[in-house]
């Protein structure tokens, strides 16, 4: 077999590889050896197709829908802003004289047909574009985690700036996690404007991956903005391709607009930033506990907030974005680790795909608290059957803990690994004439070797076929004691270091940093040494 | 909410629960709140169906039976013992030149249409029963592990007849395994026969479910049946319900009869025990690299023995056994906890489905040497697609570690949450009138108190939609705090030492083992005072 085992310490596509290969001579043709494959030939990919795994049936997603059309119907929305008020009346929702918006189920159905679908989410490089389409499959963060875990020390620590960037840009450097949604949120920076500001500035300087970011008011919209179109070399640019989405929780579940989101809703679509239209109900308490109920609220909300995007601008890009989450309904908390949050997010996913809509939902939130066994198979059942259900954004998929309080660096170099296994699993089974291996079984067991070792078919598929873990470990017992008993979290350790001392990532250049700091001064809050600047 | 958390120390179904239960007054109400419910309203039980994840369409599924089929025209099987040739061309195959068995495809199809189908396999206690048939889906150990992981030590040790005897008295008290193949070859017992007889002897006192086991030759079976004709009360007794199956490796992959074996499952088929017939070849090793070729092989390999079978004693019941494995193609070891191995074994699953035969496979063999994050996403993902899939029986779903070479007893603990979510989430998602809970949510709204706290739904679907973990965490960070930071490893070797402390499961009564040591004498190796006799 000519192809070496990749070193568990140098993942491809991590800071070690990304240097090498900007390097000359013998560096480069050993990094050319370990590069990654073209695309078209890798065993994984960005927007791998899903859908084998569809937690509802046909019929049931008929029901789902028309469920959701009557609630909208006849309960409608509360809370609604009069700048909301006017655009959805205009577009045909009546205001109830108990202040409710109800939705004619023309309206929503129009609205479906009309909404825009299959656009781009881009990154700052095209070569992280993320097509939306189908049962296309990309995973990413998201969050608004209060801590940071110290898998070093075993505890939870307050999140600061520092570390949305340190997320940043080890995200930006691992191949299986295709989009950055900031995680957590910069405890150190009290000031609202300062927070979405510098959050902002922290993404999509960590990295040149698409980026989803929240604003606390409207106001705070414009400096984004500026900034953004700064970065793209311009406002046309930025609108040409928007490398940062709004995540946007519009709505108090159930069934209420949240006002500061409506704001920022609309300043966001005014300034060409698509919209994730966050639906975040917990079954069970802003939900109902039945997962269907959950869905069908789930899907409620967000079309009406389709039908508001749609309103103030026809065809602005929405992403449709049911996310419940689950209650553990002995205690009321949160569990976002459990079974019932992968079904719900499954449904989630096929109801997208029902409207034939953008879909995210949200998988891979740990209830443990630190990486460990639960906390692996929590992520890893959730993960991959949102990604078997074709979920088209799945977020909160690396790296998150105790259900979205706590953000881990190291998690996200493991969860890698974990995305790298989904995807292949998404991928599923080719079944053609030659992946059938008729001849090739005959010939083997007729005139061969007796074994499929070094034959023409194992080493094409070797390196197209099969997924490696970049840092897991497939030792024997007798190898893993003969290495000391590495052990995956030491691994994770070193490697989030090594990344941490190396990454700078330059895509936005220091022209332009400087043009940001001399407009924005104090605003800033990162210091360029932070940024190895 | 009236139900009180389970307390995690104390998940129910384990000793010290059937403890309580067993005892009267306080105690004996206490019990009746911690209780299971009854099945029909329990979230998960055995046997929930799968079959809403379909790695491979009605297409593929009909090529690969063609290319079996083509297969085991053309190529067929060499090393048949005289016995089988001489069942085998009796019932239509033929004897080449060339020394191999070829199956013609009517002897094939006719095989699939006559064989035994959804049959019970039986434990020693009928609670315990399952029934295999459709996508209904039952989880539990398997493998011949030669280590045990300790995991306090952090070091691989050679397994001991103790080890399999503790294994299976804790799986009889874990309510989410649901059978019990032996997972462990006892190295400090070298002798075949005191082997293979030992083995069975510990496995059918430790747990009163189904269990599966080996025999390394055919000599070896008489005494085995002799010992569990007696435990069953009387020959006709275990035929009627017989509560061990034969594990059974007839082939050795590619296409080749095992001698050894062949000779095991005649004296099984003759005995009374039905047949898993196991054809475990390795992707990229003993079968083709290519996915769909290495379920071909397989699927050939298992209806060649269902033909062995079936011409031996038509209607002898027989599990279809497509066990392939996946090698890591760039060093040849074996990989169980890849990707590769969910796809293959879920295709399996769909195999069995298409044949209508109970089917078993393997999932949820970590290549991960200790249950850390790795082994809980490589069990998770694996075990979740299994069950999805509809696979009737997922052998090496709990305990397994480094690709079948380690087995932990801690793990079964924690396997057990983790397969109990992947129950919840083949049970699937309810989609009823009362579950799209339109009227719930219209009353919310309008007329409610705006969330679903205390909810009569909320409260109805408490304990009969929502899986609760018995040693998984769900505390916020706070109470993680509070409580000192938990381990889960901590919990799960607390709880394994509770249970090995305090289980010594009497469904074989003293007076029956008295009756085995009489007879069988210095065969016996488990002493009584490690069985709390």
Redesign the interface.
């Known amino acids: 077999?000519s192809?070496?085992?990749?070193s568990p310490a140098s993942p491809p596509g991590t800071a070690n590889e990304m240097r090498s290969r900007r390097s000359g001579g013998r560096e480069a043709r050993r990094a050319m050896r370990a590069a990654p494959l073209a695309d078209d030939v890798r065993p994984i990919r960005p927007g791998l197709e899903g859908g084998?795994?569809?937690?509802?049936?046909d019929?049931?997603l008929g029901?789902?829908h028309e469920?959701v059309l009557?609630?909208l119907e006849?309960?409608g929305f509360?809370n609604a802003i009069p700048s909301c008020i006017e655009a959805l009346t205009r577009a045909g929702a009546t205001l109830g004289t108990?202040g409710r918006l109800r939705f004619p189920r023309a309206l929503v159905e129009d609205t479906i047909k009309r909404a825009a679908r299959n656009f781009t989410l881009c990154g700052q490089d095209p070569r992280h574009d993320m097509l939306i389409q189908g049962r296309r499959v990309h995973y990413g963060t998201a969050g608004a985690a209060v801590?940071l875990v110290d898998v070093e020390k075993?505890?939870?620590r307050e999140s600061l700036l520092q570390d949305i960037y340190d997320a940043a840009r080890i995200v930006d450097g691992l191949d299986n996690i295709h989009f950055f949604q900031r995680p957590m949120v910069p405890r150190d920076i009290p000031d609202p404007l300062d927070m979405d500001f510098n959050t902002l500035y922290a993404c999509v300087t960590g990295t040149s991956k698409h980026v989803g970011t929240s604003f606390t008011v409207r106001e705070n919209v414009a400096p984004a903005l500026e900034m953004l179109y700064a970065i793209a070399g311009g406002e046309e640019n930025f609108r040409a391709r928007p490398f940062v989405s709004n995540s946007n929780c519009f709505v108090v579940p159930?069934?209420?607009f949240a006002e500061d989101a409506c704001g920022v809703l609309e300043a966001c679509v005014e300034g060409g930033i698509p919209i994730l239209l966050l639906s975040a109900g917990q079954?069970?308490?802003?939900?109902?506990?039945?997962?269907?109920?959950?869905?069908?609220?789930a899907v409620a909300e967000v079309l009406a907030g389709l039908v508001y995007v749609n309103a103030i601008k026809p065809g602005h890009p929405a992403i449709f974005g049911t996310w419940p989450f689950v209650s553990?309904?002995?205690?009321?908390?949160m569990?976002g680790?459990?079974?019932?949050q992968?079904?719900l997010t499954s449904?989630c996913a096929q109801m997208a795909q029902f409207y034939d809509l953008p879909g995210g939902s949200a998988a891979g939130m740990a209830?443990?608290?630190?990486?460990?066994?639960?906390?692996?198979?929590?992520?890893?059942?959730t993960n991959?059957?949102a990604g078997?259900s074709g979920l088209n954004l799945v977020y909160e998929s690396a790296g998150m803990h105790?259900?979205l309080?706590?953000f881990c660096l190291e998690?996200l170099i493991?969860d890698n690994?974990?995305l790298?296994?989904?995807?292949?699993?998404v991928r599923?089974?080719?079944?053609?004439e030659?992946?059938?291996?008729?001849d090739?079984?005959?010939e083997?067991?007729?005139n061969g070797p007796?074994?499929?070792?070094g034959?023409d078919?194992?080493l094409k598929?070797?390196q197209t076929?099969?997924?490696?873990?970049a840092i897991?470990?497939?030792?024997?017992?007798k190898e893993?004691?003969e290495r000391s008993?590495p052990?995956?979290?030491s691994r994770a350790i070193a490697e989030k270091k090594k990344i941490l001392a190396e990454r700078f990532p330059r895509h936005v250049s220091r022209a332009i940093d400087d043009r940001l700091r001399t407009r924005f001064g104090d605003l800033i809050k990162l210091p360029r040494a932070a940024m190895g600047l």
């Open positions: 077999m192809v070496t085992a990749e084998t795994y569809r937690a509802l049936s019929a049931d029901s789902i469920a009557t609630l006849t309960v509360a108990d801590h075993r505890e939870y159930p069934m209420k079954a069970g308490a802003t939900a109902p506990a039945a997962i269907a109920g959950a869905v069908v609220q553990d309904l002995r205690t009321g908390a569990s680790g459990s079974a019932e992968a079904l449904a209830d443990s608290k630190l990486p460990d066994i639960q906390s692996g198979y929590e992520k890893g059942i991959v059957m078997l105790a259900s309080l706590g998690s493991i690994d974990m790298g296994m989904c995807q292949r699993c599923g089974i080719e079944v053609s030659a992946a059938l291996s008729i090739t079984i005959a083997v067991c007729l007796g074994h499929y070792l034959n078919q194992t598929l070797m076929e099969y997924f490696y873990p897991g470990d497939r030792f024997s017992p893993w004691n008993k052990d995956i979290l």
